[in-house]
């Protein structure tokens, strides 16, 4: 069963395109070394026009990657590009808010 771990930046950025821009081209790079990994998502949060009453999230930035299974995803949290990783997290441009990480394991429904 493929295997996700989620990066969720809730917040906001002093400047949201240098944010993404650096993840996009510092962090991506080192992510990529992750063993195992299969891809790297990003969701990038926008304005939609919803007729419903909604409570609209806040999140800048959802950081989906992607593993074959677990084990592969757990073999990845270990690793030294891991480190790497959060080592990086210091260079990230100034981000107010919250930032969690969560492992999931997919199940297509349709």
Excluded: C, W
């Excluded at 609209?56 to 790497?84: C, V, W, Y």
């Excluded at 441009?93 to 429904?109: S, W």
């Amino acid at each position: 069963m493929t295997a996700s771990y989620i990066v969720r930046y809730h917040g906001t950025a002093k400047d949201r395109n240098d944010f993404l821009s650096h993840y996009r081209n510092s962090h991506a790079p080192i992510l990529k070394k992750f063993p195992g990994i299969d891809s790297l998502i990003l969701h990038h949060g926008v304005e939609s026009n919803d007729p419903f009453p909604i409570k609209q999230g806040k999140n800048l930035l959802i950081a989906e990657m992607t593993f074959h299974d677990l084990p592969a995803l757990n073999a990845a949290l270990t690793s030294s590009a891991r480190a790497e990783a959060r080592e990086d997290f210091q260079n990230f441009p100034p981000f107010d808010g919250d930032v969690t990480h969560q492992a999931f394991v997919k199940e297509r429904v349709f």
